[in-house]
C-alpha cells in the first residue's frame, strides 16, 4: 500500500487515479501512523517552495517524511515535492529544504537560452544518466510531462535521468530509497504510469 502525503499542497486525485489504474491501493492522509504503517511513501506538490515548506512543517508531515525515510520506506517526490526533498531553494529567496538529497533548486530565468519560455511546460524526454529503479521500466527517450521553472542542481549524486530544455535539466533523481521526478507521472500516460509501477514494486 502507498501512502500520499496531504498537506495541502498536490493533484492529489489524479495521482491516486493513477495509482488504481495500475492496480495500487493507495491512501490519501495527513496522519503519521497510516504514513509509517504504508510500504511506501509519495510527497507530491504544486506551487511555491516556501509556502509548501512552511504547510509540510505546519502539519507536522516534515516528521512522517523524515520517519519514513530513517525507516527505509521507498519516498517518491513529485515535482514541488521532488524539490522539498533537496538542501535549500532559490525562489524567491533561500529557504530551508528537507535535506534527504544533496543539492539546491535553482531558477530557469537567466540560464536558459533568449526565447526558451519559463515555465517549461510539456512534453519532453528523458535522458537516463544512471541504472535506477525507479526508471528500470521506462524507455531511453521516453516523454513525460513537465511543469516547472525552477530545477534541482548539484545534485551528481542522486541523478539520475536529465531533459534537454536548451541545457540539461534534472528530471529524475534516486539515492537509496529516495527517489523523484520533477515531472508529472501522473499526467505522463503509460511512461508515467510504468515509472508508478516501478516505484511500488521497490521494496526498502
Known sequence: MTAIIDYGVGNLFSLKCSLAAIGEESLVTGEKDEILRADRVILPGVGAFADAYKKLCDTGMDAAVYAAADAGKPLLGICLGMQLLFERSFEYG??????????????????????????????????????????????????????????????????????????????????GNICGCQFHPEKSGGVGLDILRAFCEMEG
Request: charged content about 20%.
Open 94 to 175: 533561500e529557504h530551508r529544504g528537507l535535506g534527504l538529497l544533496r543539492g539546491e533548486v535553482v531558477g530557469m530565468s537567466g540560464r536558459l537560452p533568449a526565447g526558451l519560455a519559463i515555465p517549461q511546460i510539456g512534453w519532453n524526454a528523458l535522458h537516463k544518466t544512471k541504472e535506477s529503479r525507479i526508471l528500470s521500466k521506462t524507455p531511453e527517450g521516453g516523454y513525460v510531462y513537465f511543469v516547472h521553472s525552477y530545477f534541482a542542481a548539484g545534485c551528481s549524486d542522486s541523478l539520475a535521468a536529465t531533459t534537454d530544455y536548451g541545457l540539461e535539466l534534472t528530471a529524475a533523481v534516486e539515492n
